[in-house]
């Protein structure tokens, strides 16, 4: 009995190739495919397992056994072909079903056709590098829902030394610290008296309009 889960890379672009080698590089079983023969031959040396078909036929996702993965993942540039795969893998009662949209008419028209799950690879690269440019101390960042963002930043500074009820960044900014990584160990709901040491990663919760404030002042 399998205990690792399956997946399956359709479309082998930047981000396509970078998901397989990573997922193969964890430890993962992983089946990269693209219908450019020449492209999948010049890859057959970085991934165990990568085919040439066209996502859009469905004898040749049965063949390749599509149904049986876990995951699979749609990172065509191609829109039809990315939204016949996402509904094949439907057809084929693939439990989850990743695609990666290049703009919200497609990722809606994807959702309809049976994606379970979107991402907007391109435009998340632009935004981590936006956020890289504009706050110099962000080492990270995840969206939450709407403006919401947890920010993971290195201690600016000014505040080394300050311990979390004299920095009073919920009152300064509206901004809350969640957690502290500091000297390898994570710190999960800091206590009010934990001094900020250099080097500290901090996790911090708020809308993204508050981090431009903390930014400016630091």
Known sequence: MRNKRQFAVLGLGRFGVSAAMTLENMGYEVLAVDMDTNLVSSLTEKLSQVVSFDMRDARAMDQAGIGSFDTVIIATKNLEASLMAAMLCKERQVPEIVVNAFDERHAEMARRLGATK??????????????????????????????????????????????????????HYNLVVVAIRHAGEMIVTPSPDYRFAEGDNLFIIGKESSFVEFEQDF
Do not use: C, Q, W
């Open 118 to 171: 979107i991402i907007f690879s391109e435009r998340d690269m632009a935004r981590r590098t936006v956020m890289h440019l504009v706050s110099p101390n962000a080492v990270d960042y995840i969206d939450l829902a709407g403006s919401i963002k947890i920010v993971n930043v290195t201690t600016p500074k000014r505040l080394v030394g300050k311990n979390l009820v004299e920095a009073d960044l919920r009152r």
